[in-house]
Each structure stands twice: as C-alpha cells, then as structure tokens.
C-alpha cells in the first residue's frame, strides 16, 4: 500500500496491478505470457501468502 501511495505521490502514470497472494501473482504471469504482456516492473515480496515469493519468482524463470 505504502508503494502505491508513493507512486500515486510521484504522479507515475504506468498501470499499476497489486496481486495479493502467490497463486494469484503465477496466474497472472502465465496470462501476461499467453498475451505477450509482460510488465516492465515486478516488485515481490518472498512472504506471500499460498505460494512464496521464491515459488513465484521461479515460475516466473521457468516460463
């Protein structure tokens, strides 16, 4: 929250996507991969919940 708050402060005009949870964040990569729309920026944090940061980061590599 303190991110996009920071962000919005900056007047940064990039769309900005907040996945909550592991298994949201690999879905959502794996539907950026299908599109072809990957983001520029990923900000991760390793403590989420249902699958760790770890988890997601790998998928992200393997893919």
Excluded: W
């Excluded at 005009?13 to 950026?32: H, L, M, P, Q, S």
């Excluded at 900000?43 to 770890?54: E, F, I, M, Q, Y």
């Amino acid at each position: 929250m303190l991110t996009t708050e920071a962000l919005e402060e900056c007047k940064i005009i990039n769309t900005v996507t907040v996945i909550r949870d592991g298994k949201e964040a690999v879905n959502f990569f794996g539907e950026c991969n299908a599109n072809e729309r990957l983001p520029n920026l990923v900000l991760l944090d390793v403590n989420l919940p249902k699958k760790c940061g770890h988890e997601v980061l790998h998928n992200i590599k393997k893919s």
